[in-house]
Nanobody, 124 residues
Framework: VQLAESGRSSVQPGGSLSLSCSISGYSDSRASIAWFRQSPGNPREPVAVLYTRTSSTYYSDSVKGRFTISRNPTRTTMWLQTNFLTPQDTAMYYC??????????????????WGQGTQVTVSS
């Protein structure tokens, strides 16, 4: 299983970014796919998670209402749409997958597969 992020990495406060993650090498319908982020000196935190079997989602309080996780029906790509960005959203963003998964998970240790990360910088 391989994951790889892409997307524009710099934006002004109040702006939007769309991050994408290509996923290859899996076909299980039961997976938690997620976006995490990590800024210097802070632990890696879950931003948004999608459990593919039920389409249930989790969003951290800090991004709820501003970020949206989605994927295409063929399960080959997932996206993170980010809106109304603030400097506090500046971090390295990682896509991750836990599969097979019997429920939604937000714990980094539960995710076996990770992308290489993409830096998002929000500044004026």
């Amino acid at each position: 299983v391989q994951l790889a992020e892409s997307g524009r990495s710099s934006v002004q406060p109040g702006g939007s970014l769309s991050l994408s993650c290509s996923i290859s090498g899996y076909s299980d319908s039961r997976a938690s796919i997620a976006w995490f982020r990590q800024s210097p000196g802070n632990p890696r935190e879950p931003v948004a998670v999608l459990y593919t079997r039920t389409s249930s989602t989790y969003y951290s309080d800090s991004v709820k209402g501003r970020f949206t996780i989605s994927r295409n029906p063929t399960r080959t790509t997932m996206w993170l749409q980010t809106n109304f960005l603030t400097p506090q959203d500046t971090a390295m963003y990682y896509c991750a997958a836990a599969m097979p998964a019997h429920k939604i998970s937000i714990i980094p240790g539960a995710f076996k597969y990770w992308g290489q990360g993409t830096q998002v910088t929000v500044s004026s």
